[in-house]
């Protein structure tokens, strides 16, 4: 019975990864898609559930200077919507730590720019509900992943079909 649960799975994670590779492009400005780095999983925690979405990983990098880049996208009701308050406090952000976040905005989509001393720099922005793009880079800048992400909505926003996520 596992192996025909792990051949079902591996069936639906095959075809998801083939409908859904358009949505991350091969090339973003000077960043090119490492070979093999793209992996699309479906939430499906048993075969009486329904499908609670999807996550597609996407990894870039970029030759000179060095630089690597993470895409995120993720759909559904399993990851739900990003959550953006108003405001955030200068001293702790959101949670307490060592992170600063600050609220922007990406093409008129709310977003969330995590700043941790520790961990690369993310952006989370929210595309529209259940579905959040997240960029995080040690090698890139706030102005860099809010340039990214911009090319993303916009090439969205330019080819909309009933599988890309674009509102």
């Given at each position: 019975?596992?192996?025909?649960?792990?051949?079902?799975?591996?069936?639906?994670?095959?075809?998801?990864?083939?409908?859904?590779?358009?949505?991350?492009?091969?090339?973003?400005?000077?960043?090119?898609?490492?070979?093999?780095?793209?992996?699309?999983?479906?939430?499906?925690?048993?075969?009486?559930?329904?499908?609670?979405?999807?996550?597609?990983?996407?990894?870039?990098?970029?030759?000179?200077?060095?630089?690597?880049?993470?895409?995120?996208?993720?759909?559904g009701d399993g990851p739900g919507s990003l959550y953006v308050?108003?405001?955030?406090?200068?001293?702790?952000?959101?949670?307490?730590?060592?992170?600063?976040?600050?609220?922007?905005?990406?093409?008129?989509?709310?977003?969330?720019?995590?700043?941790?001393?520790?961990?690369?720099?993310?952006?989370?922005?929210?595309?529209?509900?259940?579905?959040?793009?997240?960029?995080?880079?040690?090698?890139?800048?706030?102005?860099?992943?809010?340039?990214?992400?911009?090319?993303?909505?916009?090439?969205?926003?330019?080819?909309?079909?009933?599988?890309?996520?674009?509102?």
């Open positions: 019975m596992r192996r025909f649960k792990f051949f079902c799975l591996a069936f639906y994670f095959f075809r998801v990864s083939a409908a859904l590779a358009f949505e991350l492009p091969d090339k973003l400005q000077d960043w090119q898609a490492v070979k093999d780095s793209f992996y699309a999983v479906s939430l499906i925690p048993d075969a009486n559930s329904k499908d609670l979405g999807k996550i597609i990983y996407k990894n870039y990098q970029h030759e000179t200077p060095r630089g690597y880049l993470e895409i995120i996208l993720t759909s308050p108003e405001s955030v406090k200068e001293s702790k952000g959101v949670m307490p730590s060592d992170s600063s976040y600050e609220i922007l905005n990406v093409l008129d989509k709310k977003a969330l720019l995590e700043n941790n001393p520790y961990l690369p720099l993310v952006l989370a922005v929210a595309v529209k509900d259940n579905v959040i793009l997240n960029l995080e880079s040690p090698s890139l800048n706030k102005d860099e992943l809010i340039k990214i992400a911009e090319e993303i909505l916009f090439l969205w926003n330019s080819t909309k079909s009933d599988s890309s996520p674009a509102p």
